[in-house]
C-alpha cells in the first residue's frame, strides 16, 4: 500500500506487483480499461481546488478517487476548454450511472465561465435519456 508522498520507485514496484506498467507518466495493465496517472498537485478541476476524495473499499485494496460530481466536472473541464466530445459523452455517462450534483456542477460551470457550455451537457443528459427511453428492455431491435 502506498501512503504519503511515494518515491517513483515505490509506485513502480507496488503497481508492478499487479501488473502496471510504467509509459512515461501513466500506468497500464493489458487486462484493465483504463490507465493510472499520479498527477503533481494541487489537484484541482478548473480554478476548482477545494477537492474532497472519496475512499472506496473493495475486497483488501483501498483507493482515494474522485466523488461520482468531482469525475463528472472533470470531464466536463476538457469539453469545456478543448472542446472535447468525447469527454462530454463521459461526462453524460456518469450522470447517468451515478447520483451527481447538478447544483454543484451548474455553479462551478458558470464560475468557469462555461455556463453555455453546462446547458450544452445539460441537453445532451436529456438527450441521451430519451434515446434510453425509447429503446426496449430486451429487445437487440432485429425483426
Not at 12 to 20: C, H, N, R, S
Not at 61 to 84: E, M
Request: glycine share 8%.
Amino acid at each position: 500500500m502506498l501512503s504519503g508522498s511515494p518515491s517513483l520507485k515505490s509506485i513502480d514496484e507496488t503497481l508492478g506487483t499487479a501488473g502496471f506498467t510504467r509509459h512515461r507518466k501513466r500506468y497500464t495493465h493489458r487486462l484493465v480499461p483504463f490507465s493510472i496517472e499520479f498527477p503533481s498537485g494541487p489537484l484541482g478541476i478548473g480554478i476548482d481546488l477545494d477537492l474532497r476524495p472519496v475512499l472506496r473499499v473493495r475486497r483488501h485494496a483501498k483507493a482515494l478517487l474522485l466523488s461520482p460530481t468531482d469525475a463528472c466536472r472533470d470531464r466536463l473541464a476538457a469539453y469545456y476548454h478543448w472542446r472535447d466530445i468525447q469527454s462530454l459523452s463521459t461526462a453524460v455517462a456518469i450522470a447517468n450511472r451515478q447520483r451527481v450534483s447538478f447544483v454543484k456542477i451548474r455553479g462551478w460551470s458558470e464560475r468557469e465561465g462555461h455556463l453555455v457550455g453546462y446547458q450544452e451537457f445539460m441537453a445532451e443528459l436529456r438527450r441521451s435519456k430519451n434515446v434510453r427511453k425509447r429503446r426496449k428492455p430486451g429487445r437487440s431491435g432485429r425483426t
